[in-house]
């Protein structure tokens, strides 16, 4: 048999071990891709072509390099991730069961965010910090917390358990449990199940703009009635 035969069959021979390796160790994994994505028609189709997945495998790979304080190793994994999949998750990030990314591109996990089990999120989200001080200084995203497309999630705060965060929010204070928060900055709009008004919620009066433009408004009003 020719070399090249030989070299092939070693490559399909790896390539099938790898499938069946992912498909072991990352099962409910898959399985949750197949259940948030509607799009995804077959456990195949997401070990194969789906970016989040391979993301993370790659991080929990250079994981465990970052825990054995191997950190060029580590490091070197999850940029070559990144090259291959527009997901850039550092090593040092703590992740629960479950994680799932869908899309993907463009999404950045900073080296201190805890993320708890069944998180989502979608393209362009990024968990990072705020500036150049050293220790946490990413996010705590709870468990079964949804982050929509290009959501920001920013500083050292907290995302409270099964809450949504909005497509394009950017998120600088603790958002509680429960809790739909969008805009920028975000604001929370809904929470345990109940809309919150704007005005009469006093803990999450966010937007500076926003306030303004309502002041404004009122001035106006009372100029009119004279
Ligand atoms: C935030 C989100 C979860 C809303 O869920 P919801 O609880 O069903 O909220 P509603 O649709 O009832 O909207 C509540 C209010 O927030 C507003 N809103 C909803 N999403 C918003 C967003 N991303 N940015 C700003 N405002 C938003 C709505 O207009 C509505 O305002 P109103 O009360 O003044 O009418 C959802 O809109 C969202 O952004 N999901 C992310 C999805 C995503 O990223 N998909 C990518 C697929 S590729």
Redesign the pocket.
């Known amino acids: 048999m020719s070399l090249t035969i030989n070299i092939l069959l070693i490559l399909i021979a790896i390539t099938v071990i790898k499938i069946a390796l992912i498909s072991i160790f990352f099962y409910g994994e898959i399985r949750i891709a197949q259940k948030k994505d509607p799009a995804a028609k077959s456990f195949l189709e997401v070990v194969l072509l789906y970016q989040g997945l391979h993301a993370l495998v790659a991080y929990r790979v250079s994981h465990i390099f970052y825990k054995l304080h191997m950190f060029f190793t580590a490091r070197f994994i999850s940029q070559i991730a990144r090259s291959i999949t527009g997901i850039e998750i550092h090593p040092g990030a703590q992740i629960g069961k479950r994680f799932f990314v869908?899309?993907g591109m463009g999404v950045i996990v900073g080296e201190t965010s805890i993320i708890g089990d069944d998180v989502l999120l979608?393209?362009g989200v990024t968990l990072g910090g705020t500036g150049l001080k050293q220790g946490k200084r990413h996010p705590t995203i709870g468990n079964n917390v949804?982050?929509?497309?290009?959501?920001k999630i920013l500083g050292d705060i907290t995302i409270g358990d099964k809450s949504?965060?909005?497509?394009?929010?950017v998120v600088i204070k603790d958002v509680p449990p429960n809790s739909?928060?969008?805009?920028v900055p975000g604001r929370v709009?809904?929470q345990d199940g109940r809309?919150i008004e704007d005005s009469l919620d006093h803990i999450h009066v966010l937007d500076p703009i926003k306030q303004t433009i309502e002041e404004l408004e009122k001035r106006i009003e009372k100029l009119e009635k004279g």
């Open positions: 869908d899309h979608y393209q949804v982050i929509g497309a290009g959501a949504y965060v909005g497509a394009n929010a739909t928060v969008v805009g709009t809904k809309k």
